[in-house]
């Protein structure tokens, strides 16, 4: 127990020692940097998914590496302060999960239920699509995380398997696709009802279906967060224990 | 003391107890060899407490605020390494785009039609009671 303990602190030790160099501090600032601008734009462009603040800084990193011939695997290092944090910053979702808490218990078992379909429909739809082509087990694997909020979806993709690399990308084109297709997907599936929708969003697409849910009303995006919460923990839990 | 150093070494502290609830779930999965992300049991663990204490102490809050707000910088590093992963992914694009695409857009629509069922059946079985 305490060897593990050494080795998380040792683990990040070294990450903050990478990020105190030089190319450390130079990529750092420029990853927060885009980021910033990322964010302006994607308020200039009225909040457009195609546009996600994500999306922009990371074609904007890969862009200046490719420019300044360096390698990917440099850059994970020199930046990797960003992704240790993503793992307190995992843990720090515990706080609006506990703030929805209150919503959960009024609305009870049907809340739940109708949250587990769309955690069960989504991943086992897209995993299909994968299977039928007889893609590699780790791609099929990381398929199945894609519903669920990016840290959650990384970290269990690779206890089943999967890649967690690959799982942060799905993950992302998902809730862009998401918050895209909605409109149309509602109006197909005649579906008006807004708190079902709200669910929808958020169980299915996560944070940017979320983000979109706003965009709907106070009332669309309290029902997809809380999806986004609910199904981010169920799918967490349930997924390492069917596939380990 | 000037008020915002108060606020940044709460800040801080907020900071270092998720730190300390991130590493305390790494270290009880890897010790009881357990098949959860770490990252899942500290935040499990931090939701018992906040249950257990009925509300949100400032400290963690102010901690949690950053993280919570700018999360998607976080990714930066992950999404780019598909740079490194393209060979592998290439030969199955129109597969990956085909689940990923035409999958959410059908789960959405369908989700949100079981949901409706689900409420008027609640609903239903209530006015029985």
Redesign the interface.
């Known amino acids: 127990?305490i060897d593990?303990?050494t080795q998380?602190?040792n683990g990040?030790w070294m990450v903050l020692k990478d990020s105190a160099t030089l190319p450390g501090v130079v990529w750092l600032s420029v990853?927060?940097t885009i980021?910033a601008l990322a964010i302006k734009i994607n308020r200039l462009a009225g909040n457009n998914p195609l546009l996600?603040?994500?999306v922009i800084?990371?074609v904007g990193?890969?862009l200046l590496?490719v420019v300044t011939g360096t390698a990917?695997?440099d850059?994970?290092q020199h930046?990797?302060l960003?992704?240790w944090?993503?793992?307190?910053?995992?843990?720090?979702?515990?706080?609006?999960?506990?703030?929805q808490?209150q919503k959960v218990r009024e609305l009870?078992?049907?809340l739940v239920?109708?949250i587990a379909?769309?955690g069960i429909?989504?991943p086992v739809?897209?995993?299909?699509?994968?299977f039928?082509?007889d893609?590699?087990l780790a791609?099929q694997m990381t398929?199945l995380a894609?519903?669920i909020t990016?840290?959650?979806a990384?970290?269990?993709s690779?206890?089943i398997g999967g890649?967690?690399?690959?799982a942060?990308?799905?993950v992302?084109?998902?809730g862009i696709?998401?918050a895209i297709?909605?409109p149309?997907?509602?109006r197909?599936?005649?579906?008006a009802?807004r708190?079902?929708?709200g669910?929808?969003?958020g169980?299915?697409?996560h944070a940017v279906?979320t983000a979109k849910a706003l965009s709907m009303g106070e009332d669309v995006a309290a029902m997809a967060s809380l999806g986004l919460c609910l199904n981010g923990?169920m799918t967490?839990?349930v997924l390492?224990?069917v596939f380990? | 003391m000037p008020a915002f150093l108060v606020n940044a070494c709460r800040q801080c502290f907020g900071l270092l107890m998720l730190f300390v609830f991130y590493i305390l779930g790494e270290v009880i999965v890897q010790s009881a060899s357990l098949p959860l992300p770490g990252a899942l049991v500290g935040l499990l663990l931090l939701l018992f407490m906040l249950l257990f204490l009925k509300r949100t102490p400032a400290t963690i809050a102010s901690g949690a605020r950053p993280l919570l707000s700018h999360m998607t910088v976080l990714f930066v590093p992950a999404v780019c390494a598909v740079m490194l992963m393209w060979q592998d992914i290439e030969p199955y694009l129109m597969s990956i785009s085909a689940a990923i695409f035409i999958s959410t857009a059908l789960s959405l629509g369908a989700t949100a039609w079981v949901a409706v069922r689900i409420f008027l059946a609640a609903k239903g079985s209530q006015h029985h009671d």
Do not use: N
């Open positions: 127990m593990i303990l998380e602190i990040l990853t927060l980021y996600h603040p994500l800084t990371a990193v890969m590496a990917i695997d850059y994970q930046a990797g960003l992704h944090l993503l793992g307190p910053a995992t843990v720090a979702l515990a706080l609006p999960m506990y703030a808490w009870g078992w049907q239920l109708a379909v769309g429909i989504a739809l897209a995993w299909l699509c994968l039928v082509v893609a590699p791609l398929m894609k519903s990016t840290p959650l990384m970290e269990t690779r206890v890649v967690p690399e690959l942060a990308v799905f992302i084109i998902t696709a998401g297709a909605a149309l997907s509602f197909l599936f005649q579906v009802d708190q079902a929708q669910i929808a969003l169980s299915v697409a279906g923990i967490a839990i390492p224990l380990s």
